[in-house]
C-alpha cells in the first residue's frame, strides 16, 4: 500500500516512514500543505496521513480542498489539540480519523491498517493463484506447501500481481506502486527483481512462464495450473496483526524477518533523536527570546503567537521520543502563550521558570524506550497507572521472561489505547492499581464486557474485603501487593493466563459482508480466524491453515457446506474436527441434514460473537476430554 504523510516535523517524518515502511507500506513525505495537494492530485494513495499545523496550506483546509475535488482515498488527521472542537472540525472537514499528539506509534500505525482494511474491498486477503500462496498476515510465500524466502521488493511484486490478477503491469505501474515518488528507480532495477522472482518461483516448481511478459506493454501472471484453473482465488485472511518484516524499503538481496529487533529500533530512535536534539533547542531558544521580551512589555501579539507555535511544535516532537517530563513542562508553555490577547509581563513571569526548566531537561534527558511496535510472537502485557518503581521492576521482569509490557500512566490512556477504535494487538494479561476510584471499576467493567478472556489483575497495597468484592464483581481479580515481592506479583499475574494455545477457527461462507464481520465479532474471545469465501479453495486453506474448530454455511454456489461436512468425514485426519453449521436457514430439514452428515452444532443467523465463540470452545473442551 502506498501512504502519502504530510509532516513539517522532520523527527516524526522520520520514525512513522519506518515504522509504516516495516509494514510494506511505500511512503511518500512531505512537508507543506501546497506540496502536499501536488502529490495528492498527482499520485495515487491508498491512504494519507495528514498534521492540522503545516505551513503554507494548514491540514484542516488541505482536507477540504481533496474532499471538494472528489477524492475519496482514506485520511488521517494528526492534531495536537486534545479537544473536542478540534476533532470535530477535521472529521467535518472530510477526515476518517485522527490522533492527538503526542501519540503511540503502535497506535498509529494500527489505525492506518484499520483505515487501509476499510477502504478495501478484499482486507488482508490470502491470495493464491495455482499452487501459489501469500498469507498478508504472516508475510509467508509458499509454492505447493514449499515456503519461499523472498527479499522485500520481491514479495511485493508477488503481491502486486496476486492481488489485481488478470491485470498487465507496465514498468511505469509497478514503479509508481512499490518506490516512493523519491526514489524511482531506472526500468532494468525492475526487471532484475523480477528476474530472481521467476528463478526462486521455478526453484519451487513453478512453469518458467509463471510471470509472463507482454513485450511493449508489461508483465503480468500466466494461467495457474497449467492452464487449467486461471481463476485467482482471493480469500479473506486471518485478523491476527501483521508481523513486522525487516528493512522493507531495502532493496538488497537479504530476506523478509518475522519483526524488527528491538534494539535496532532502539539505536534508530536514539540516533534520530541526536539530529533532532539541536533543533529542539534552537526552537527553545526563539521562545526564550520571546518571553524575554513579554518581559519587558516589548512583545507583539503576532510574536505571541509564533511562540506558541513552535511549542505546540515541540510537544509533539517530545512526545514522538516519549520525553514525558520534557514534553509536559513544554505543553504549560503552550498553554500559557494560547491566549486571544497579549500577555503581561506578569503573566509572562511563569513563562521563564518554564523555560529554564525544559533546558535543563532537554540538556540531560535521552530517549531510552523500547520498539514502540510491539514484536507480534510476544504476548503483551499492559501496566497500567502503576506506582514508577513497581512498574520499572515489573517491566524489567516481564523483558526477562519473554513478554512485551506497555506502560500507561493513567485509566484514561489505557481507555483510549483499548477503545479507541485502533484496533490494537490486544493484550494478554492487563495489571491496573486500584486507587478506590469509580473510574478504575468502570474500566475493569468494560474491559470484562468487552474483553471477557483477558486476564485483568488488580493490585493494591491494602486488604479491604469491600475492595476485594468491588473488584470481583466488576470482572477483576485482586491481588494485595503489601509483604509481596516484585516476582511473586509477576508469578500472580501470569497464573490468570491460560495454557492452551490460541484457537484456529476457518469459516466458510460465501456472504462476503458476513465474512468482514465475523472476525470482529469473535476477535474479542481470543480466536484466531480465517474466512473463506470461495469453497472450491477450501482444501488448500484447510491444509495451510490446519483449523481447531470449522464454521460452515448450508447453502453455497457449486459445492454446500453439508458436502463439505461429508468430505471431512471420511477423511481419517479430518473426522475428528469439530464442525459447527451457521447459517440463516432456521428450517427443522436443514438442521436434520446437517447432524446427519456429521455437525457437531448447528447456529442460526443473526447471532452474537459471544455465543458462537462459546459454542466453539465448548466443542473444542469437550473434544479435549475425550
Known sequence: MKILLIEDDDALIAILTRSLSSQHHIVDAVKDGEMGWTYASTFDYDAIVLDIMLPKLDGISLCQKLRGAGYTTPILLLTAQDNTTAKVQGLDAGADDYVVKPFDIAELTARVRALLRRGSTNPLPLLSWGDLMLNPSSCEVTYNGQSLTLTTKEYDLLELFLRDSYRVFSNDEIIDRLWSSDDFPAEATVRSHLRRLRHKLQAAGAPQDFIGTIHGRGYYLTSAQNSLDSTPRHLVGTIHELPLPDDCNNDNSQPIHSHRQQSD???????????????????????????????????????????????????????????????????????????????????????????????????????????????????????????????????????????HPISLSSIEAADRYLFSGSDPNPPALILVNFRGSSSTLGFIHNVHLRLPDRAILVLSDRDELIDRLAVVRHGGKFVCTTNLTTSQIFTAATSLLPNTTTPKVMVVDDDLDWLRTVPKLLQPWGLKITTLADPQQFWNVLQSVQPDALVLDVQMPEINGLELCQVLRSDPQWQRLPILFLSASKDSISQQEAFKVGADDYLCKPMMGGEIAQRIRHRLARLQCQ
Open 265 to 403: 529500533y532502539l539505536a534508530f530512535l536514539q540516533e534520530t533523536w541526536v539530529t533532532t536534539k539541536p533543533q529542539c533547542l534552537e526552537n527553545l531558544a526563539e521562545i526564550v527570546t520571546i518571553v524575554d521580551r513579554l518581559l519587558l512589555g516589548h512583545c507583539t501579539y503576532s510574536l505571541q503567537q509564533q511562540a506558541h507555535q513552535k511549542a505546540h511544535k515541540l510537544v509533539g516532537t517530545l512526545g514522538v521520543f516519549s520525553l514525558t517530563s520534557a514534553m509536559e513542562i513544554t505543553r504549560q508553555i503552550e498553554r500559557l502563550l494560547n491566549r486571544s490577547i497579549l500577555l503581561s509581563p506578569t503573566e509572562a513571569l511563569p513563562l521563564q521558570t518554564y523555560a529554564i526548566e525544559l533546558e535543563r531537561e532537554l540538556a540531560t534527558t535521552f530517549p531510552s524506550q523500547k520498539t514502540d511496535i510491539p514484536n507480534p510472537d510476544l504476548p503483551l502485557l499492559l501496566l497500567i497507572d502503576l506506582d514508577p518503581s513497581l512498574n520499572r521492576s515489573l517491566t524489567e521482569i516481564a523483558e526477562n521472561r519473554g513478554y
